[in-house]
């Protein structure tokens, strides 16, 4: 049987090694086609001797240059391209059916739209392209064919629990809401004092999730959730009163979906990315991905709370701004990326997230998001100002 041909684009992130994982377990299956990273050349280097690639792609153009010399040093027979264009070219390669679309933050927008424009099976992880651009990726999906695979765990989880046949982008039948649980994230519990003097160190540390660092912060700060429920919106084409967030702090069940009848249904396991990762590779099919097997007994209970959207603000304002349309989901997640950033920077404290996201917000509420054009200068736009009150008010609260 012909093998599946693969391109990754972020293959050194968390997500991309996960998939990378689940492939090496199904040579027989998988072909690894092309791999992409910003700049980790030790890693993708690594990679490329393993997989052997016809192509990988470095967005950093100093950092391609040197992967060049290691992979020609080495003898091997990968292509290096640099550059945004050589993330698009590799997400339209002929002989790929799935691209993996792991690329972190706004940055992979384009090689994403890249995928969907040339009709692939899109796996997608980079939420924050769904957010900015939810309407028009669901769009160029239904005019090139192309099938977006939610890899994101609640929305692998929902998409799992839907009507027999569904594919993402058209509104589901029968469905009365969808149900996206959270962890709560490290600071579920903590009061706001401990809120206020949250460092990067305790914010970078998950629960349950082994990730990268930008997602890590957003799980502390809602903002995951919230960004998620954009997702949710955008991928299955409901509106934000159909999407309900409550917490679930042991992260077994991934999702639920409430149908009109009064039927639940959710999907459950470890919180493992391979699960969903495997879920969206083998699709229409399914495959064993090495995680490791849940056993309820061993859980004992499943718990469910509300979330505390006064002390979470972000979840709220990512209501906020689905409500508002246009490109406030743009400018919501553009001011968030700089302000995570700052954070992360020690730039800035972690309780000023939301009031900056907030303060972008109100400037930025109604800009035009019909073409890909409009969003890019409404994130251009949103990221000036969140630089400009971050620098502006560096140690406030
Ligand atoms: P990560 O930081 O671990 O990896 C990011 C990848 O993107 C790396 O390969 C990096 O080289 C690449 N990259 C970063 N900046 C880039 C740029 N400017 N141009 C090109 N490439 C760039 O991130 P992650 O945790 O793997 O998350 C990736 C995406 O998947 C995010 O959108 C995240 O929200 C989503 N996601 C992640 C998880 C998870 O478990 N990690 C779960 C659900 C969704
Ligand atoms: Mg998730």
């Known amino acids: ?140 999906a239904k005019e090139s064919g192309a099938i977006l695979l939610p890899v994101d765990s609640e929305h692998n989880a929902l998409f799992q629990c839907m009507p027999d046949a569904y594919i993402t982008g058209r509104r589901p039948d029968g469905v009365r809401r969808l149900i996206l649980t959270a962890s709560g994230g490290p600071f579920l519990h903590a009061n706001d004092q401990t809120l206020s003097e949250v460092t990067p160190e305790m914010a970078c540390q998950h629960p ?63 919180p493992d990315m391979r699960i969903p990762i495997t879920h969206c590779l083998a699709w229409p099919s399914r495959l064993p991905s090495g995680a490791k097997r849940l056993s309820l007994t061993e859980i004992g209970q499943l718990t469910f709370l509300t979330p505390d959207t006064e002390k979470f603000r972000c979840l709220p304002l990512a209501y906020e701004a689905l409500s508002l349309g246009n490109a406030a989901t743009a400018v919501l997640n553009a001011s968030n990326e700089v302000a995570v950033q700052s954070f992360l920077n020690k730039e800035m404290r972690f309780s000023r997230i939301p009031t900056i996201i907030e303060e972008v917000l109100q400037k930025f509420f109604d800009l035009s998001a019909s073409t890909l054009q409009e969003i890019l200068v409404a994130d251009k736009l949103a990221r000036e100002q969140a630089l400009k009150l971050v620098q502006a008010g560096c140690y406030s609260v």
């Not at 996960?18 to 700049?39: C, R, W």
């Not at 339209?92 to 994403?112: F, H, N, P, Q, R």
């Open 208 to 270: 349950n999730w082994k990730m990268g660092k930008k997602i890590t912060v957003d799980c502390a700060t809602l903002m995951n959730k919230g960004l998620e429920v954009i997702e949710a919106c955008k991928l299955f084409q409901l509106s934000s009163e159909e999407v309900e967030v409550i917490v679930h702090p042991q992260s077994i069940i991934h999702s639920l979906v409430e149908y009109v009848d009064g039927s639940f249904l959710a999907q459950l396991g470890t």
């Open 1 to 140: 049987m012909k093998k599946c041909g693969i391109t990754i684009l972020g293959s050194t992130g968390s997500i991309g090694q996960n998939t990378l994982n689940v492939i090496g377990q199904h040579p027989d299956k998988f072909e690894v086609m092309a791999l992409s990273a910003y700049s980790s050349v030790d890693l993708l280097f690594e990679q490329c001797c393993y997989f052997k690639p016809a192509f990988a792609a470095m967005a950093e153009p100093n950092a391609a240059l040197r992967l060049k010399t290691r992979i020609e040093t080495q003898g091997l027979d990968t292509q290096v391209l640099s550059g945004e264009e050589g993330l698009c070219f590799i997400a339209e390669l002929e002989s790929v059916t799935k691209v993996v679309a792991a690329i972190v933050g706004s940055a992979g927008l384009l090689s994403t739209l890249s995928a969907v424009e040339a009709g692939k099976q899109v796996l997608i992880a980079n939420k924050e392209a769904l957010v900015m651009a939810g309407d028009l990726l669901v769009s160029r």
